[in-house]
């Protein structure tokens, strides 16, 4: 039974894995033809993190998430008819098409927001984690943001007011080494660790490709942090496959160094752990033709979704006062 319940684990963390990355490859060609509006931040080799933190999340959890964050979203439960609407600005949206890919929200399944401010979601998760101290709901608050945003005051802010005040609060960092377009080790003097350490915060360092690392770790700090025993500080190695944004022609990055990227993909990281599992190629060739039926089906559906009505833009706005 042990054995089976492991190998049923990997497998809902692959389903949503494989989720995250055929998402955002298709958002790649939508994007390529004008279908999706602004600006997006995709997370192609990253999907581990969004996987193993969400699956120690429970329905009272709260997160924020960054400009890099569909795949957050995504594992915490958004439905990709609600995601594709959205974020190709159409009414049938979860945020009615205002948000798009940078602020996608959903309160009912506690997803505080999206961001385009490098690190201003982790104030937000910091009231929420204070909100759920405060009416002893037994929920925590989880903060993504990446090692760009190590050298943001409101960092070092949220975490002096959390530690003092003992919070409910998980600050996952994804760390892929680039501030943008510069190796963050230009951009930041100190290292993670250390900053925790100088707050008195614990902090756990793990491989942010490794999908059951990541999640065994979210677990017990997460139990811990329900126990009361926070806030806490989660740092997942990981790469950025893509660039800052979608288009950005990367220049920046050596070409054996985007070549080498393949080595260390979680997508087939998972695969691989599947296969020791007793999964065959037909088992894991399956669940991908059911995840791009999905997301196809998806968009799809969005494409014959209505454009918002403009009057509506100023909703939750505007007061009309007669």
């Known amino acids: ?44 080799g990253q999907e581990a993190i969004a996987a193993g933190v969400c699956a120690a999340l429970s329905d009272q959890d709260t997160l924020a998430t960054t400009h890099r964050g569909h795949g957050h979203v995504l594992a915490r439960g958004l439905s990709l008819d609600h995601f594709f609407k959205e974020v190709m600005g159409k009414a049938g949206g979860v945020c009615g098409g205002r948000g798009g890919s940078m602020h996608v929200a959903d309160m009912d399944i506690g997803i505080l927001g999206a961001n385009g401010i490098v690190g201003a979601g982790i104030p937000i998760a910091l009231g929420s984690a204070l909100a759920h101290q405060v009416r002893a709901t037994g929920g925590v608050a989880v903060a993504f943001f990446g090692d760009g945003a190590m050298a943001e005051g409101v960092l070092h802010e949220t975490l002096n007011m959390a530690a003092l005040w003992k919070l409910p609060l998980l600050l996952v960092c994804e760390n892929n080494g680039w501030s943008e377009f510069s190796p963050t080790s230009r951009q930041f003097a100190a290292a993670l660790e250390d900053i925790a350490a100088a707050f008195k915060v614990r902090y756990a360092k793990v491989d942010g490709n490794d999908v059951l690392a990541v999640a065994d770790a979210a677990q017990s700090t997460v139990a811990q942090l329900r126990q009361g025993d926070g806030p806490a500080v989660l740092e997942c190695v990981t790469q950025r496959v893509r660039g800052h944004y979608e288009g950005d022609p990367q220049k920046y990055r050596a070409a054996d160094e985007l070549a080498a990227l393949t080595d260390d993909d979680p997508v087939t990281r998972t695969e691989a752990l599947l296969r020791q599992h007793g999964l065959k190629d037909e088992d894991i060739a399956q669940i991908t033709q059911q995840v791009e039926a999905e997301v196809d089906q998806a968009i799809d559906a969005a494409r014959a979704d209505v454009e918002p009505d403009y009057a509506a833009a100023l909703r939750d706005v505007y007061t009309v006062v007669a």
């Not at 039974?1 to 055929?22: E, F, K, P």
């Not at 279908?35 to 192609?44: D, N, R, T």
């Open 1 to 44: 039974m042990a054995v089976t319940a492991h190998v049923d684990r990997l497998r809902s963390l692959y389903r949503v894995i494989r989720t995250i990355r055929t998402v955002e490859n298709s958002l790649t060609k939508l994007f390529a033809d004008g279908e999706v509006p602004g600006f997006i931040h995709l997370s192609v």
